[in-house]
């Protein structure tokens, strides 16, 4: 017998929390019940709410962030090739303005640089440059594909689904999506299978 997504405020565990889909506005929701903080992204919020669920406490250990040690201002500090990357790092204009010069005018900020300038604290932004302009090659080579993030499961879901049936369309898409997501996962993570093609509204 299939089973039916409960109402959130029934759960009692995080596990089981984490195995169904939740909208951000359900999360919200339900941490704003709980009087939990509610900023930051869906995943954010599932986090906070599994762990109060467990341990009933309000404050999350996942939203005490580390001190930023570094003074460097990113959005006034002279750049050059082998300025280091601080924990202090922002993408500021000045940041953009110093890439423009080193990797080309065409220069905009996106997920994969974000992300290594993120990852790479302590490295130089000489560094940087050669990164960047290795993540454009990589970008341009046929059959490419960007890395979704994880908690953009409709996305990944709807690559995938077009890609193993390339005759189908959005509309599809969505269809099946709706029925995936009201299913359970153990692992909280709603991908496509190609018997979700048998699933009946």
Avoid at 59 to 70: E, H, L, N, R, Y
Avoid at 84 to 91: A, G, L, P, Q, R
Avoid at 112 to 129: F, Y
Wanted: proline share 4%.
């Amino acid at each position: 017998m299939a089973e039916h997504r409960p109402e959130i405020d029934t759960i009692t565990s995080g596990k089981e929390l984490r195995r169904w889909y939740w909208m951000k506005d359900e999360l919200l929701a339900a941490c704003r019940s709980r009087k939990l903080r509610t900023t930051g992204g869906k995943f954010q919020l599932l986090d906070r709410l599994a762990h109060h669920i467990d341990t009933g406490e309000v404050i999350f250990p996942g939203d005490k962030k580390a001190k930023v040690t570094s003074k460097f201002d990113w959005h006034s500090a002279p750049l050059t090739p082998d300025t280091v990357i601080t924990d202090s790092y922002k993408n500021s204009q000045n940041v953009r303005r110093f890439f423009k010069a080193h990797v080309g005018a065409h220069f905009k900020f996106n997920i994969a640089s974000m992300a290594w300038m993120k990852e790479n604290v302590g490295r130089t932004l000489a560094d940087a440059v050669e990164a960047i302009k290795a993540l454009e090659a990589e970008a341009k080579r046929p059959g490419f594909q960007s890395k979704i993030a994880d908690h953009n499961q409709f996305n990944q879901y709807t690559r995938d689904f077009l890609a193993d049936n390339p005759q189908m369309g959005m509309k599809e898409v969505r269809y099946f999506w709706a029925l995936k997501r009201s299913l359970p996962s153990e692992d909280g993570k709603h991908r496509y299978d190609p018997s979700d093609l048998t699933l009946k509204g």
